[in-house]
């Protein structure tokens, strides 16, 4: 059975119809790209599985999961992580704060214990302390650990989003655009990255982006939206192939 | 001339931090045997100001909610204790946990509505609630004793307790609250909730989806910080043994405001500076004029908020990293 | 019967001065996205203007169009000189600058005019039209004319004037406006001189029923913002209908449920925003939208 399952969602805004009955499925392990010219609904998508846009329909079931009757801060709690496309940290925190900020959902700590500092508040935070430092370590970061988050360049901070994700320890793994603003040896270690820490973390990846080089070598499989509805999904080969995948790009920006 | 940088968590570091709380420990020891018991008075109401500076930074500072509310709260603490002491002879020492814990409760039913929409409407509503405390107190007169207030009489406090006089027990009961609230805040901040609320105000929509629960965090901590604004009024009691709805109006929250913006919101040492400023300026100003006091306070406010919204601590932290740099340590794996 | 209709009339009487400092809100909430919380503070001072005016020999009317004037003119100068650096800052900021702007206003009016009540002369004459047993004072009378006028006017303004239409385009959108040639910076100068100078006519029309201190309107500003919040915040129409809505509903309140009276009235406007808050957030006629990710 697959991970991920979508199903037949629409979503429209006032006259816009930014889903429309887009299906496709992730099986456990998988990189799958998820491309399509700029308004094609991909942020969309993400944000309904991340619970912060209401489809008008469909469903979404994530392992026994029906995503779109959990609320949203159980999101993270069923196995899902994700970063953001304008970058979603929080600036006056450090980055290794961030990073611990990603663990939320795993962690226990509240009001009284923390007030207390009790002895398992103190593990609790030591160990988290930890798991982020490691993370840092595995995505270069250690050396801005301790910096605020405000003001570092661009593609620090993509890391750093990413590396937030990791720390949530999920099994669904949603990237939107984390190669923009990139170099183009950025991009291509971001891409060994990625595949690095599938393998790390056994997670599964749904990878929006449009850096074609990357998606094409690291996807297992890829699905390409245009205008809300799925016009392909198959291997890397299949979909760069695809008449309509073609099209699609062509009438929209001439590269 | 070089620059010296000092790493956190060195001996070197412990040794000056050491040192500098020595010290101020023994000047807080000290000034109540040094000082007039006017003097000290005037202290201890300046702790009792950053008390409620404190509680409001917990509000604001931290989750970026606004609370006009917070002069209602310290009223609620003060009349708590006042009522309990006053009409119905209770130790003031356990009316401190009962303060606490009605304005906990009264905090959430406040944070529970409030959540539901952004800062906009939150400002409203606690305004609205800081100019409602004052007409509500006056209509429950048969508890409050109306518009002429309520007082607890002096004898329910020895004359001499171990040795010191009345101004000066008061002194170090404020003085120990306030070590031990400022340190349960500081933990609180420091720690897995600390984060999230600071998260949450930075950026919620992110935040909920590491698994924070705004609503869970915003109501918590609004009534984390009604409590401790409660029991900085219920010790107000204590110093003032009086309430009355004329010293619980707008005006009081907003001095907050401005203890919180002259300390530099989201800083806790800044609460101090705060509370200070609250007690000594209008002390000074009313000297020369009744209103020099708010127009001070209202153009300071305005300054600061344009020019350097961190407040004076802000300011402090700016000149000493002219003089040494203090460092996190380098973060590697163990 | 008569008690009722008596509450109504009462009601719609100060119901039109919370419409009119609601209509200075929302015009202003509209066309920056700010809200003023020194907007109550600022109509007592103009209404401190006004007496001064009145005092200095002017006669009562000449007293308070001039010190409409003036505040049109002091308003705009508070916009660039207070709020216009704070303007793209954080909510938080903006809040807590017009709270010290309010804290200001009112200890400067406090040193110059002392805060001891003062009387406003009557602006209508004394007496009323008697229908039956009820009487409607010329007061209330005036007032709601007034506050017809004004909604009028603004609303002849924002249609068929240019700087109307210029406004209304810069609450719209501020960046377009800019791109297509508006004088953004003006155009807020000028909207925010016209809130103060309706807050200063709520404020002033206020003052003999109220009497003079620097706290006046302190309530009226809480109503005042239950109205707009209630009507919608970026909605005039609606901010008119919510201020008279909430005048009647406080004074029917207070005069039929004895637990409330006349100490209790000032919960009303606290739980119309906690219901408006709660079950219609955009309020009665304001917009609703949906957040960017
Ligand atoms: N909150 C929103 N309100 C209105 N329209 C939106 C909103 N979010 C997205 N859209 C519209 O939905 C369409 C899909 O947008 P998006 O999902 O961001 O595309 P992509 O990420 O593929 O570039 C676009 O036409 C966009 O303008
Ligand atoms: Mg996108």
Redesign the pocket.
């Known amino acids: 059975m697959s991970l991920l399952e979508v199903s037949d969602i629409v979503?429209r805004?006032?006259g816009?119809t930014?889903?429309d009955e887009a299906s496709f499925t992730i099986d456990e392990g998988q990189i799958c790209g998820l491309i399509?010219?700029?308004?094609?609904?991909?942020?969309?998508?993400?944000?309904v599985i991340s619970r912060l846009?209401t489809a008008d329909s469909g469903s979404v079931r994530f392992g026994e999961h029906d995503v779109l009757a959990t609320p949203p801060h159980k999101i993270a709690g069923i196995g899902i992580a994700r970063t953001f496309?304008n970058l979603g940290l929080f600036p006056s925190n450090t980055v290794l704060q961030n990073v611990m900020i990603g663990a939320h959902h795993r962690t226990k700590t509240e009001f009284l214990q923390a007030m207390f500092r009790t002895p398992a508040a103190r593990r609790e935070e030591r160990e988290t302390r930890e798991l982020a430092i490691e993370i840092l370590n595995d995505l270069n970061l250690a050396h801005v650990a301790n910096s605020p988050a405000a003001g570092l360049p661009y593609g620090t901070l993509k890391r750093i989003e990413l590396a937030r994700a990791v720390a949530a320890d999920s099994k669904l793994l949603m990237l939107?655009?984390p190669a923009s603003g990139l170099t183009h040896s950025e991009v291509e270690e971001l891409g060994e990255t990625i595949r690095l820490l599938r393998d790390r973390y056994d997670l599964t990846v749904l990878l929006?982006e449009h850096h074609m080089a990357m998606v094409m070598s690291i996807s297992d499989k890829v699905v390409a939206?245009d205008f809300?509805r799925k016009i392909a999904e198959g291997t890397p080969s299949e979909v760069q192939n695809d008449p309509a995948v073609i099209e699609a790009y062509l009438g929209v920006e001439a590269s | 001339m070089a620059k010296t940088t000092i790493i956190r968590g060195t001996s070197q570091y412990r040794s000056i931090v050491t040192v500098g709380f020595a010290l101020l420990g023994l000047v807080v020891i000290l000034l109540p045997f040094v000082m007039s018991g006017f003097r000290t008075f005037q202290f201890t109401m300046a702790l009792l100001w950053a008390l409620g500076v404190l509680s409001l930074n917990m509000l604001t500072g931290w989750s970026g909610q606004i609370s006009l509310g917070h002069s209602a709260l310290f009223g609620l603490g003060s009349y708590t204790t006042c009522i309990l002491v006053g009409t119905y002879e209770w130790n003031p020492l356990l009316t401190i946990p009962v303060a606490a814990l009605v304005t906990f409760i009264f905090g959430i039913m406040i944070g529970i509505p409030a959540l539901r929409l952004a800062g906009l409407y939150l400002a409203l509503m606690t305004l609205a609630i800081g100019v409602a405390f004052t007409p509500v107190i006056r209509r429950f007169k048969e508890h409050t004793g109306g518009s002429m207030g309520i007082s607890i009489k002096k004898k329910v406090f020895p004359e001499e307790i171990v040795g010191l006089n009345l101004d000066q027990y008061l002194y170090f009961l404020v003085v120990i609250f306030a070590v031990v609230m400022f340190a349960l805040a500081r933990n609180l901040l420091k720690s897995r909730v600390g984060r999230a609320i600071t998260a949450m105000r930075d950026n919620e929509i992110p935040a909920q989806t590491m698994g924070i629960y705004p609503a869970r965090y915003k109501t918590l901590i609004f009534a984390t910080s009604s409590m401790f604004a409660g029991i900085a009024g219920a010790l107000y009691a204590f110093v003032i043994r009086f309430s009355a709805p004329y010293s619980f109006t707008l005006t009081l929250a907003i001095f907050f405001l401005a203890g919180l913006v002259v300390g530099g919101i989201g800083t806790l040492a800044g609460a101090v500076l705060g509370g200070l400023f609250i007690q000594f300026v209008p002390y000074y100003a009313e000297e020369i004029n009744q209103s020099l006091a708010g127009m001070v306070f209202g153009i300071i406010i305005i300054v600061i908020m344009v020019t350097a919204p961190t407040g004076v601590l802000g300011l402090i932290k700016k000149v000493r990293a002219r003089v040494v740099t203090v460092a996190d340590p380098p973060v590697v794996r163990n | 019967m008569t008690k009722f209709f008596q509450l109504v009339i009462a009601g719609i009487e100060i119901g039109s001065i919370y419409a009119l400092v609601a209509l200075a809100i929302v015009i202003i909430y509209a066309s920056t996205g700010l809200k003023n919380l020194a907007q109550g503070e600022m109509a007592m001072f103009s209404a401190f203007i006004a007496y001064q005016f009145h005092a200095w020999g002017l006669g009562i009317w000449l007293a308070l169009i001039l010190a409409i004037l003036t505040t049109f003119v002091l308003g705009m100068g508070v916009q660039q000189v207070v709020l216009k650096p704070v303007q793209d800052s954080s909510l938080l900021t903006v809040v807590i600058v017009t709270l010290g702007l309010f804290l200001g206003l009112n200890s400067v009016a406090g040193f110059i005019w002392g805060y001891m009540m003062l009387a406003f002369p009557a602006i209508f004459p004394e007496g009323a039209v008697e229908i039956g047993s009820v009487g409607i004072s010329y007061a209330a009378i005036g007032v709601f004319a007034v506050l017809l006028a004004c909604a009028g006017a603004l609303f002849a303004l924002f249609q068929f004037t240019k700087i109307g239409l210029a406004m209304r385009a810069v609450a719209y959108n501020k960046e377009t406006s800019m791109l297509v040639g508006v004088q953004v910076n003006r155009v807020i100068m000028v909207g925010f001189g016209l809130a103060a100078s309706l807050g200063a006519v709520g404020g002033i029309f206020a003052a003999p029923k109220l009497f003079l201190d620097p706290f006046m309107m302190l309530t009226v500003l809480i109503y005042a913002l239950a109205s707009a919040a209630f009507g919608g915040l970026d909605s005039p129409l609606g901010a008119v209908i919510a201020g008279l809505f909430i005048g009647v509903i406080e004074n029917l309140a207070g005069g039929y449920i004895g637990f409330i009276g006349s100490d209790l009235k000032i919960v009303v406007p606290l739980v119309i925003i906690l219901g408006t808050l709660l079950f219609r957030p955009q309020g009665l006629l304001g917009r609703k939208y949906?957040?960017?990710?």
């Open positions: 979503v805004f006032g816009v930014a889903l399509g010219p700029n308004g094609a609904g991909k942020t969309t998508l993400f944000n846009y496309q939107d655009e929006v939206l809300g | 949906i957040p960017r990710v």
